[in-house]
């Protein structure tokens, strides 16, 4: 078997645009998910009547289903009940539901971590639940929570290649098509593995060091 | 007791290599031939659809039946001596060359149609059946004709003839791709896409069953074989499935599975040798 060089160079383009949609479905995701964890953090956290239940209801769901599966409902289930989401807003929804599911957990775990001393102290000059939060419980609960974020984040990216499933034209589904088209097996898996590498690899350092440094004042060391 | 392990270690390290060194060896010396290979082994390696009713699917019992499976266990009679000693192996229609360029399967019979590219990449035995390629609509689609799907989106499975028909002389339309015929069914009628484009025999048999669909008169592209497959350079076992379809041939085989598995799914005027390829005579 020989490998045919030009025949990558000739996917490059696409693969170029594949690498945008990953991106962007899954830094779209990384947001929205961490925005559906603060509300369900501080649901949670603050033990907000019903709410919190409804929450670990729904954290206990997302994570023990797998993406696939859920991924299939919301494109194929969903439209017989109206709602005829895109495949791209598909894999949004998708990986919200899990990610956000996961980052609550980290979220919780991180203020739960926070010693309890520091919260009666806080309670002990006069501080509100809200002041609480925002001066005392976030910053530390937030620099806790990063080593685990930042994993879950990593996480969230590898599993984008799952939406490929449902025909968002990200790197996994280009390498298929072209696989399926023209028979290039090897040339195509190695031109995917070599995008994860240069794609998750530099990303996953940068968080690690964006990690010590946050850590770097907490620690004063 | 360190020494002694690494010793052994090492002798099976060795005797690891020695194998390896020798496998590869095997078919050029010619002593060992593939077909031996496969009688050492006692059971024949096929891989099959088993969502593409009639001809690959799994029955109410569990059983991987079809037009192109029962073929593969007429095979395994002829070779081994018992329709039994066969091991199905589920493929996707991308998933079919690679499965024998890596050496998973020795033979597909998952109702791939022979085409230049393909070509290029396995050994196609005689065919078994013909096809062609035509469009699944909804039946109060607007869609007249396949000049319609110019500026709509058109469904596809992923490496079928259609995806490879279209990608080629239609770059510009709208594809979307899925993994499995079954999902692209499910996506044509969860509105996903405006038409379905495949094999017709797969889509005239989906239309019989699920009313409410249509399929689009034109063809796109020329009527073409459907062939087994074995690995690049296996003319062995390429030759051994020659003669044997040319002796189910003359039993007319394919026709009784055609009566068993295809007549049913097609119109009644339907004549087989429009569908089947007796003895691998036509060429397409």
């Known amino acids: 078997m020989t490998f045919d060089f030009a ?31 603060l509300i369900n953090a501080a649901l949670l956290v603050f033990r907000t009547p019903y709410l919190s239940r409804l929450v670990a209801l729904y954290v206990e769901l997302a994570r023990n289903t797998p993406l696939l599966i859920q991924l299939f409902f919301v494109y194929f289930a969903l439209p017989a009940l109206g709602f005829n989401i895109s495949g791209f807003w598909a894999a949004i929804i998708t990986l919200t539901f899990l990610g956000g599911a996961y980052l609550t957990e980290v979220l ?3 203020v739960e971590a926070v010693p309890l001393a520091q919260i009666e102290s806080g309670k002990s000059i006069g501080l509100s639940d809200w002041q609480l939060l925002r001066h005392v419980i976030l910053p530390q609960a937030g620099i806790l929570s990063l080593p685990a974020l930042f994993a879950n984040f990593i996480f969230l990216l590898k599993e984008t290649t799952v939406v490929s499933a449902v025909a968002v034209p990200e790197i996994l589904y280009t390498t298929k098509s072209y696989i399926a088209l023209y028979y290039k097996t090897y040339e195509m898996l190695a031109v995917l593995t070599l995008i994860c590498v240069l794609l998750f690899l530099p990303l996953s350092l940068l968080l690690s060091r964006l990690e010590r440094r946050l850590q770097h004042g907490q620690f004063g060391s | 007791m360190k020494k002694l392990l690494l010793q052994l270690f090492a002798v099976a390290l060795l005797a690891g290599c020695d194998k390896k060194a020798e496998e590869p060896a095997k078919p050029a010396a010619g002593a060992a031939s593939y077909i031996d290979k496969i009688k050492a082994r006692d059971k024949l390696i096929v891989g099959v659809f088993t969502d593409k009713p009639p001809f690959g699917f799994v029955n109410e019992a569990g059983r991987y039946v079809g037009f192109d499976t029962d073929i593969g266990r ?18 996707e229609p991308a998933s079919r060359i690679p499965f024998l360029q890596s050496d998973k399967v020795d033979l597909i019979l998952a109702n791939m149609t022979v085409t230049p590219q393909r070509k290029e990449a396995v050994d196609f035995t005689h ?16 869609v007249k004709s396949l000049d319609d799907l110019a500026t ?9 003839t259609a995806d490879i028909w279209l990608t080629k002389n239609h770059p510009d339309w709208k594809l979307l791709k899925f993994e499995k015929n079954s999902e692209s069914l499910q996506a044509l009628s969860a509105g996903r896409g405006d038409a379905y484009a495949q094999d017709n025999l797969v889509l005239f048999s989906w239309a019989k069953q699920n009313p409410g669909y249509r399929v689009l008169e034109e063809k796109l592209g020329d009527e073409a074989p459907i062939a087994p497959a074995v690995k690049k350079g296996n003319i062995e076992l390429r030759d051994w499935v020659n003669a044997e379809l040319a002796k189910l041939g003359e039993e007319k085989f394919l026709l009784k599975l055609y009566d068993q598995y295809v007549r049913k799914e097609l119109s009644d005027d339907t004549k087989p040798e429009s569908v089947i390829v007796e003895g691998g005579k036509w060429q397409g």
């Open chain 1, 7 to 37: 025949f990558i160079l000739s996917t490059l383009p696409t693969f170029l645009s594949a690498v945008g949609v990953t991106l962007q479905v899954c830094l779209i995701a990384i947001a929205t998910s961490l925005v559906v964890a």
């Open chain 1, 108 to 110: 919780r775990a991180g």
């Open chain 2, 74 to 91: 007429q095979f395994a009679k002829d070779l081994l001596g018992d329709e039994n000693k066969v091991e199905f192996v589920a493929v």
């Open chain 2, 152 to 160: 709509r989106t058109t469904i596809v499975t992923i490496g079928t």
């Open chain 2, 127 to 142: 065919p078994n059946l013909k096809v062609a390629v035509q469009a699944l609509v909804p039946q109060n689609s607007a």
